[in-house]
């Protein structure tokens, strides 16, 4: 499987997101990937649907917006109306994921379920084949710069040996503390959408970092 990079912009400069975004582009990224935060799910905020309303023109790579908020049910029209092309959702946020997978697939999007790094990957096993892409957290939700957790990397492997039994080819993405160093390990283990913030953000030649996560 290809390895895709899905470019954070929680580590862009805020100031200026359509010369962030071209970046991102022109450094050889596939996805923009777009967190939302509530406040409640997780204990930080960031932006919503009015700023990828406002950014969406500056960019032609598809959104990946992942949403760390309770009750996503309630804003998968929104954010389907704002650009997104790809809703992720967190299993613990949602007291009937089916439903909100159905809502994002009724708009034509493909759908997504994240766990976070303490919740058993297998509760999603029944979930797999209505499900585009599943978002393994490697890091506690909520910042971006934190340390990857390296126990996250069994339920990487659990997971994509359950997808190939099931005959699924899932899309498993990691997102947080994915660099240089933990690629080649989350790539191993069986994830294919690499979710990076800070560390292609911040580097000196974004082009070679990205680069440099597909080696
Ligand atoms: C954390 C976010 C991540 C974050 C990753 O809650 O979901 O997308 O921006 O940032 P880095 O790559 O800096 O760990
Ligand atoms: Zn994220």
């Given at each position: 499987m290809d390895t895709k990079i899905s470019a954070s912009?929680?580590?862009?400069?805020f100031g200026n997101l359509e010369r962030e975004l071209k970046r991102a582009q022109e450094s050889g990224c596939d996805m923009i990937h777009f967190d939302v935060m509530d406040g409640h799910f997780v204990p930080n905020l960031s932006y919503g649907v009015p700023v990828l309303k406002s950014i969406?023109?500056?960019?032609?790579l598809p959104f990946d917006v992942h949403l760390m908020i309770t009750d996503p049910l309630g804003f998968i029209d929104a954010f389907a109306d704002a650009g997104a092309d790809h809703i992720t959702f967190h299993l613990e946020a949602a007291d009937n994921p089916d439903e909100v997978i159905e809502k994002i697939r009724s708009r034509g999007l493909t759908a997504g379920i994240s766990v976070k790094p303490?919740?058993?990957?297998?509760?999603?096993y029944p979930l797999i084949k209505k499900l585009d892409m599943v978002l393994i957290m490697t890091v506690e939700p909520g910042f971006g710069g934190q340390g990857f957790i390296p126990e996250t990397l069994e339920k990487i492997s659990a997971l994509r040996k359950e997808a190939e039994r099931q005959g699924s080819e899932l899309d498993i993405e990691v997102d947080g503390g994915i660099g240089f160093n933990t690629s080649p390990k989350v790539r191993e283990a069986g994830a294919n959408v690499l979710v990076s913030g800070s560390y292609i953000f911040k580097a000196e030649d974004m082009a070679a970092a990205v680069a440099s996560m597909r080696r």
């Open positions: 912009i929680l580590s862009a400069d969406r023109k500056y960019c032609s303490k919740t058993p990957v297998e509760l999603i």
